[in-house]
T-cell receptor
């Protein structure tokens, strides 16, 4: 089944404790991105990757890192999480970065930073 | 900067009522428009999309949307909603040369049985 998976689905952590949220897709997609969803703000792009070893900042990259060592995986790293990073995070992928392509979303990771 | 605005933040309807959710965007060039739906506890799913051609687009589950270029709008409609349509609806725009999506704030639809 074609899908985007994220782990963990729920995470409670404390300020400053490094964490990684994994994202994996099995559709051989080139383009992957991370969004955060906050009430009243919709989804905002954090980082995106157009292919292996090619990543770039989205609209709200502060406090986040990403890597793209393999085509299927695009982990989101919070080196020193803070309470303002409490949010719902979605990973998405599409065949390529052309704007016609439909993006497929993962199930989401709900993060609470205390 | 590009932006997407959804006018209705929270809509409550009774079953069988008609639905129209507004979406306006600000971008003067070629755009591609999407409506995504997020059912409670689930991830975003594509409802419909417009790239070119007929400005009236039909999607899944009886939804449709009309692209009106002169009004920079892409409103979502459904003639008769069901309780199972209770969800959050997001309008999104992709433009330029990238796959980046700009999302609206979302509209929460609650359908009463």
């Amino acid at each position: 089944e074609a899908q985007v998976t994220q782990n963990p689905r729920y995470l409670i952590t404390v300020t400053g404790k490094k964490l990684t949220v994994t994202c994996s897709q099995n559709m051989n997609h080139e383009y992957m991105s991370w969004y955060r969803q906050d009430p009243g703000l919709g989804l905002r792009q954090i980082y995106y990757s157009m292919n292996v070893e090619v990543t770039d900042k989205g609209d709200v990259p502060e406090g986040y890192k990403v890597s793209r060592k393999e085509k299927r995986n695009f982990p989101l790293i919070l080196e020193s999480p803070s309470p303002n990073q409490t949010s719902l995070y979605f990973c998405a992928s599409s065949f390529n970065d052309r704007y016609q392509e439909t993006q497929y979303f993962g199930p989401g990771t709900r993060l609470l930073v205390l | 900067a590009q932006s997407v605005s959804q006018h209705n933040h929270h809509v409550i309807l009774s079953e069988a009522a008609s639905l129209e959710l507004g979406c306006n965007y600000s971008y003067g060039g070629t755009v591609n428009l999407f409506w995504y739906v997020q059912y409670p506890g689930q991830h975003l799913q594509l409802l419909l999309k417009y790239f070119s051609g007929d400005p009236l687009v039909k999607g899944i589950k009886g939804f449709e949307a009309e692209f009106i270029k002169s009004k920079f709008s892409f409103n979502l409609r459904k003639p008769s909603v069901q309780w199972s349509d209770t969800a959050e609806y997001f309008c999104a725009v992709a433009s330029g040369n990238t796959g980046k999506l700009i999302f609206g704030q979302g509209t929460t639809l609650q359908v009463k049985p």
